[in-house]
T-cell receptor
Framework: SAVISQKPSRDICQRGTSLTIQCQVD?????MFWYRQQPGQSLTLIAT?????????ESGFVIDKFPISRPNLTFSTLTVSNMSPEDSSIYLC????????????FGPGTRLTVL | AQKITQTQPGMFVQEKEAVTLDCTYD???????LFWYKQPSSGEMIFLIY??????QNATEGRYSLNFQKARKSANLVISASQLGDSAMYFC??????????????FGKGTSLLVTP
């Protein structure tokens, strides 16, 4: 299994600012994903982070708002840009190995509040 | 269309009793995987159990078992001997054939479980 850490664990930000969330996995993984969980809701996939290339975004999410980097197999960042109160959510990093389709693990999440 | 349906927004169970959390899914892929996660109030997502579409036997992990009924497209989670620490949100999720849909998971809306003394 993979152990995933995220920084920061929580933050309170002002409208119009940006926040970058870091995700570190303790072993090399093939797949990394970013999810958003709005208050009282389920998880929604934002994008798949691809190593060395542009992320693959889901419908309703765009690169200008949620730029993602993945410089290597164990690290990824998600930036929430030009934030508004609607961006207040838990952001979760997830990782897995393609060959091990029966496993997908999550980081502890970043709890973001936008004022 | 919703791919994962969890019809129980909230459930109560008494300590030491067993509880079943319902999950139905919708896919036309012959190859898929079903996952259950636990989310306590801290927000982390804890992987509980996995069932592959081709697995012949129901998955079990300690006190967790998955009642997999493929023809009915249901994958209910059974928690035996409930403990107070089992109180949390529980999410059912599905990964469809990666060649069609990639490796991401589709989640249901979740069931809130409260275990009472």
């Amino acid at each position: 299994s993979a152990v995933i850490s995220q920084k920061p664990s929580r933050d309170i930000c002002q409208r119009g600012t940006s926040l970058t969330i870091q995700c570190q996995v303790d072993s090399q993984v093939t797949m990394m994903f970013w999810y958003r969980q709005q208050p009282g809701q389920s998880l929604t996939l934002i994008a798949t982070a691809n190593q060395g290339s542009e992320a693959t975004y889901e419908s309703g999410f765009v690169i200008d708002k949620f730029p993602i980097s993945r410089p290597n197999l164990t690290f990824s960042t998600l930036t929430v840009s030009n934030m508004s109160p609607e961006d207040s959510s838990i952001y979760l990093c997830s990782a897995g190995v393609a060959e091990g389709l029966d496993e997908q693990f999550f980081g502890p999440g970043t709890r973001l509040t936008v004022l | 269309a919703q791919k994962i349906t969890q019809t129980q927004p909230g459930m109560f169970v008494q300590e030491k009793e067993a509880v079943t959390l319902d999950c139905t899914y919708d896919t036309s892929d012959p190859s898929y995987g079903l996952f259950w996660y636990k989310q306590p109030s801290s927000g982390e997502m804890i992987f509980l159990i996995y069932q592959g579409s081709y697995d012949q036997q129901n998955a079990t992990e300690g006190r967790y078992s998955l009642n997999f009924q493929k023809a009915r497209k249901s994958a209910n989670l059974v928690i035996s001997a409930s403990q107070l620490g089992d109180s949390a949100m529980y999410f059912c999720a599905m990964r469809e054939d990666p060649s069609n849909s990639g490796y991401a998971l589709n989640f249901g809306k979740g069931t809130s479980l409260l275990v009472t003394p």
